[in-house]
């Protein structure tokens, strides 16, 4: 939801070379867009996620909790994933996934291939890549 992540991005994509023509850089409340995306249908190959680990935006119609709502944002991005794959990240010390996910979902904490060799701090986010079974 912040312009200056926005201003980010789009510097990222220049810097490594890649079309803004052929990509969409959305702001939204992340609650409404999933669920308009949803409820539209909308599919993607690749999701990256990575919320803040609490948000009391008033650009946004609920607060965020990542622990609390990590459930809901992590099934409704994988609604949008036919067969792709979900990067879900955050930097919660204290996030523990729900075991209900493991069920459903295959899943693969990549948490220690994601930070740099030099980083000081190894224990920075947790990150996983999450695909359906059979996928």
């Known amino acids: ?10 510097r ?6 890649l079309d803004l023509s052929r990509h969409q850089l959305i702001r939204a ?6 669920e308009g995306a949803v409820q539209e249908g909308r599919q993607f190959d690749l999701i990256v996620m990575d919320p803040p680990s609490f948000s009391n935006s008033k650009k946004m119609r609920d607060v965020l909790d990542v622990q609390r709502d990590h459930l809901w944002l992590i099934d409704h991005a994988m609604a949008l994933l036919a067969s792709g794959t979900l990067y879900f990240s955050n930097n919660l010390r204290s996030f ?6 493991l069920d459903d979902y ?3 904490d990549i948490s220690n291939q994601s930070v740099p060799e030099d980083f000081r701090n190894r224990k920075i986010h947790q990150c996983y890549r999450i695909q359906h ?3």
């Open 12 to 17: 990222n994509f220049e810097l490594n070379g």
């Open 96 to 101: 523990v996934l729900d075991n209900r996910l």
């Open 106 to 108: 295959a899943i693969q």
């Open 29 to 34: 409340d992340v609650f409404q867009y999933l």
């Open 1 to 10: 939801m912040s312009n200056t992540y926005q201003d980010w991005a789009r």
């Open 133 to 135: 079974k059979g996928a």
